[in-house]
């Protein structure tokens, strides 16, 4: 019978742990939350050998066990928590021998748990180029831990490796019988009552309950009561404890790396990732390529995944049409092609752009770029009550606000995490760009400036421009409402640079795709049924009515049956459930330039905010298939009058539309998601408030000026 065994990987940030997360487990791995937390989890399946299987568990990178964020909450308490479904039968810590000193700090206060341990030795090329030897299996015996040479991009030391798993799982390999520093002599008394009031493992573990208990959800109010009295009694001093462990662990690893580690060249050596930092983060020419680089990604996102948009785009119109000429005409069919159908296409065609900003993003990350971002960005985002870890945030909004909050979880600082969170929706995400370009082609000319420049581009560079810049006040006045007292330190690591690896990027675009399909598109369908069924019904008096008006002139004129059924299918919509809403707020909305069936569209774009195009093809009869030329919409709204005669899509007008979308809250999808992080409604209710008053007040401002 092969045995099962859980592995935790543990590591520093930038040390190779997701890749060797992904050697081990290849495709066979998946993402979800760990219980109780908005932090990603990633597991996966390894066949170590004939005997042994393993269930791998990628934990959040960290720097030591005194944590500082919910990512790192998240180690301390999987390997603390002797309860954890989840907890390790082993151990296997990454470390960066470029870094040993440091790396080996981690090490030792894991090797102190008591848990059985492996250490796998990273970025020995690296290391070499700095000049450092390493005396590996001197090392190994000093630390009394097997340590292995890995480099698993290149799958090398993995057979090795998982040797040394196969018998670690049977015993073969156990944990040390010393620990690596007397941690009981810190503090005696205290860690021989916790042992004997609470389960724990080791000394060492003991002292991380008296240093942290309160944060420890795996105890019980009783059993926290306990450690408070003990504390107290004792006078336990958590600062000083702590101060003597690093020490003594720093003169414990000095002297074993004495006998292991020479640097061969002492001198300092520059490397190819200094000299190119020397360009990348000069103070002029860092920003020039930052801003070309970030160009390249949008650029990137809209023009690559044109084509396979199109092709979405294509096969759900195939796949509505062919339904609609298979399936007997009524409410199911109507329900399935128009509400179900629709709001699955709605979904799909815009996982390609999502697919191709993680793919993008990845292959930034992979290659180290990413790291160098966020340092350029922390002056200017820490002026407006962020930090450097907020652009990426901010960047990933420009294709879907909700991967893009979720991707907020990095950020240590709660009230900094919780400003990035209410402003990135204010980033014009890719589900704005059909409104964007149908009404730009209505009310802008298409214009050349000094020649080359298009006009209708330029607006919509303004546009994206607008939503950053509108994020960037919004978080300076969030800045001084929100009362959260709580120091940021933005201390980064950056890695050096490297090739990326492909396999990774295409498993990353999958998973994110999926992801974004499962968390948005469950909601996105649910409401688009919803609004399925309040536009196609309404009061039986009134629809009544209708059809028997309409019956009438069938009769009447059996030659222009077609535009009769146009007619019908138009004033149903506005005698329907959605219309009568429509007309409800045409009041409120006539002071922005917009009649009623914008109103329609405001309402139905609440489920996905390019759903405003096909509400404006059906109001304005222009019929269902997406394959039609997008001109005769376009020709359509163009002769949209008001009843005394003038355009209702003016520049005035247009203009406020695009102003009202960059702004408006219009996605439940986001404040769903909103909701998930921030664990209450008191977040998301506020978002919708402040970006739909900001987007009114703007939308009004922009009419009166242009009318």
């Known amino acids: 019978m092969r045995k099962k065994v859980n592995i935790a990987l543990v590591g520093n940030p930038n040390s190779g ?20 937390v908005t932090v990603d989890k990633k597991t996966g399946q390894s066949r170590i050998n004939e005997q042994v299987s393993a269930n791998i568990i990628d934990l959040p990178g960290t720097y030591s066990l005194y944590p500082k964020g919910a990512d ?45 341990v492996i250490i796998a030795l990273t970025m020995l090329d690296i290391a070499s180029r700095k000049g450092i030897e390493i005396d590996i299996d001197g090392l190994g015996r000093k630390l009394g831990v097997p340590l292995i040479a890995i480099n698993p991009r290149k799958n090398r030391g993995m057979a090795l490796l998982k040797k040394a798993i196969g018998l670690t799982a049977v015993e073969k390999y156990q944990t040390p019988a010393w620990d690596f520093i007397d941690t009981r002599s810190l503090a005696p008394v205290v860690t021989d009552e916790i042992r004997a009031s609470i389960p724990c493992h080791s000394d060492y573990a003991a002292l991380h309950i008296a240093a942290n208990f309160e944060e420890m959800d ?23 404890v702590q101060g003597e462990e690093i020490m003594q662990r720093y003169a414990r690893i000095k002297q074993i790396m004495s006998g292991t580690v020479a640097e061969t060249d002492p001198l300092y050596k520059t490397l190819l990732t200094e000299k190119i930092d020397n360009i ?20 990137s996102i809209f023009t690559l995944a044109k084509y396979p948009m199109n092709g979405i785009q294509y096969l759900f119109s195939l ?31 815009f996982v390609p752009q999502i697919m191709i900003l993680f793919g993008m993003i990845t292959l930034l990350e992979d290659t180290g770029y990413m790291a160098r971002i966020s340092f350029l960005t922390d002056r200017l985002m820490r002026q407006v009550g962020l930090n450097g870890k907020s652009v990426m945030p901010l ?33 014009s995400c890719s589900a704005r760009l059909p409104i964007y370009t149908i009404v730009i082609a209505l009310v802008i000319p298409n214009h050349q400036i000094l020649g080359f420049l298009g006009l209708q581009g330029l607006v919509m560079m303004g546009l994206y421009l607008l939503g950053f810049v509108m994020a960037m006040i919004a978080s300076l006045v969030m800045k001084v409402f929100i009362r959260i007292r709580e120091k940021s330190y933005f201390i980064m690591e950056l890695p050096v640079y490297r090739a990326p690896r492909w396999k990774n990027i295409g498993m990353t675009m999958i998973q994110k795709g999926r992801i974004f399909i499962t968390d948005a598109g469950r909601i996105i369908i649910i409401i688009s049924v919803i609004l399925w069924f309040l536009a196609t019904h309404g009061p039986s008096n009134r629809m009544q009515a209708l059809d028997t008006h309409y019956a009438a002139l069938f009769r009447e004129y059996p ?13 149903r919509l506005a005698s329907s459930w959605a219309g009568i809403l429509g007309k409800g707020i045409e009041p409120v909305i006539r002071p922005l330039g917009f009649d009623w069936k914008i109103g329609i569209a405001l309402i139905t774009s609440f489920a996905a905010r390019e759903v405003f195009v096909g509400t404006m093809a059906t109001l304005y009869s222009v019929g269902e298939s997406p ?62 408030s402040y970006m739909t008053g900001l987007a009114y007040l703007s939308s009004l401002a922009v009419y009166h000026l242009f009318r």
């Open 218 to 240: 795996f105890l019980n109010e009783g059993q926290k009561l306990t450690v408070n009295r003990i504390l107290r009694e004792n006078h336990f001093n958590k600062t000083r």
């Open 17 to 36: 742990k997701s890749s060797l997360f992904n050697a081990l487990t290849g495709l066979h791995q998946k993402v979800s939350n760990f219980p109780g």
């Open 395 to 427: 960047i990933s909004g420009v294709a879907c606000a909700v991967p893009a909050i979720m991707a907020a979880r990095n950020i240590e600082n709660r009230k900094e995490r919780l400003i990035t969170v209410m402003v990135t929706p204010l980033m």
């Open 280 to 299: 990348l983060l000069h103070r002029v020419w860092g920003y020039l390529i930052l801003l070309g680089v970030l160009f390249l990604l949008f650029q």
């Open 72 to 116: 790192e909450l998240v180690t301390y308490d999987l390997l603390l928590n002797p309860y954890s479904p989840d907890r390790p039968d082993i151990i296997i810590i990454i470390a960066d021998a470029s870094n040993l000193k440091r790396n080996l700090m981690f090490c030792s206060q894991i090797i102190d748990l008591k848990i059985p």
């Open 319 to 349: 796949l509505s049409g062919t339904l609609s000429h298979i399936l007997p005409q009524g409410w199911l069919a109507d329900l399935l092609v128009n509400g179900i159908i629709a709001g699955i296409s709605g979904i799909a065609v």
């Open 627 to 688: 394959r039609k030329d997008s001109s005769t919409l376009r020709q359509k709204m163009n002769a949209a009058r008001w009843p005394d005669g003038h355009r209702v899509y003016t520049l005035a007008s247009g203009l406020a539309l695009m102003i009202f979308y960059a702004f408006a809250m219009q996605c439940m999808s986001t404040m769903a998601v909103v909701y998930r992080e921030t664990s209450s409604w008191k977040m998301p209710l506020i978002q919708f």
């Open 559 to 571: 030659a222009q049956q077609a535009a009769l059924e146009k007619a019908r299918q138009s004033d």
